[in-house]
């Protein structure tokens, strides 16, 4: 069965899936939409149809839709293409409040059309290698870091939903429960409306987790480490590599040197392979086939489980304490 699937918005994530949707087999890339005639080019490129208005590709009777405009667009958007009977793909964040969201999540219920929310890190390779790796019983805390440069188009939302979302999504995934907000602070120095520095606290039962994410560095750093008692574990996204640490062998030295007390004390460190892969394909090819089935699969991002990030990242903002940094501009 071709699937026949349309694109609503040619950033650089919307033109990922236009790459991606091309090379997938039984899938029918039908048009692309974007209100910048420029982007007209990159539709010839992959020989689909041009649109400048997402209706009219609407009208294309589409099995499914990629919504790829900015965060402020998507809950109307998404509401148009279950008006017109197909799945939807949102990229994340699923919308800017929780309450928009949960307007979709209930059109697509009524409709009977899937719903799912763009949350890629699920489908990397060194995510599902750590699902079948760690117990995560034995885990009691999480640092996760994810800095990187915000994007001149990212206007309508600040980076704890931007980049740090991510974060929230793979924690919640991952340890099966919601967390409590224990703690959140945040900072802004740029020229844009919201914050682009922000630090929150979670407890997940047993574990307590931190999340820092920026956009003000200049470099990209995607990095999850668990401490468990007897494991330390680094996952880095952006390499899709895993590493455990473990204590080094209990021995007592009584004669010797410097030297000797200093390799005993190393940590053993191992890598767990990885077989690396394009996460967006993954995702993708999951959607498409999560609408033969007629069903959600694993690991795609559910519309109630992106509402719950949602959730998370209102409660952060709504108890956050402005982080006083030289040169700083009042959020508040």
């Not at 520095?197 to 470099?219: K, T």
Request: glycine share 6%.
């Amino acid at each position: 069965m071709t699937t026949r699937v349309g694109i609503i918005g040619l950033g650089y994530i919307g033109t990922a899936h236009m790459r991606v949707y091309k090379r997938i087999k039984d899938c029918d890339l039908v048009g692309v939409c974007d209100a910048d005639l420029k982007r007209r080019r990159l539709a010839e490129t992959y020989h689909t149809k041009f649109f400048t208005d997402y209706r009219d590709l609407l009208k294309k009777k589409l099995d499914a839709v990629s919504i790829c405009t900015p965060t402020a667009s998507h809950a109307n958007i998404a509401l148009s293409v279950l008006e017109c009977d197909s799945h939807v793909f949102v990229e994340k964040p699923f919308a800017n409040k929780k309450d928009e969201a949960k307007k979709v999540q209930k059109k697509a219920k009524k409709s009977g059309k899937l719903l799912a929310v763009g949350y890629v890190e699920r489908f990397n390779p060194s995510i599902g290698k750590l699902r079948e790796t760690v117990d995560f019983s034995d885990v009691y805390s999480t640092l996760s870091l994810r800095f990187g440069p915000g994007s001149p188009r990212m206007t309508d939302i600040g980076v704890l939903l931007d980049l740090g979302s991510h974060e929230i999504d793979i924690l919640n995934h991952l340890i099966g429960t919601l967390p409590e907000v224990l703690y959140s602070q945040v900072s802004h120095r740029s020229s844009s409306a919201f914050e682009d520095y922000a630090y929150v606290s979670l407890r997940y039962g047993h574990v307590h987790s931190h999340i820092e994410a920026s956009w003000l560095p200049q470099y990209k750093l995607r990095l999850l480490s668990l401490y468990g008692n007897e494991r330390f574990y680094v996952l880095n996204y952006a390499q899709q590599n895993l590493k455990s640490l473990r204590p080094p062998p209990k021995v007592q030295i009584t004669n010797g040197n410097w030297q000797d007390a200093l390799w005993v004390s190393r940590n053993i460190e191992e890598d767990i392979p990885t077989v690396p892969g394009e996460p967006l394909k993954f995702e993708l090819q999951c959607f498409l086939e999560s609408i033969k089935r007629g069903e959600i699969i694993e690991p795609l991002c559910e519309g109630r489980e992106a509402i719950d990030v949602l959730e998370v990242a209102e409660k952060a903002l709504a108890v956050s304490k402005p982080l006083a940094l030289s040169g700083q501009k009042s959020i508040r």
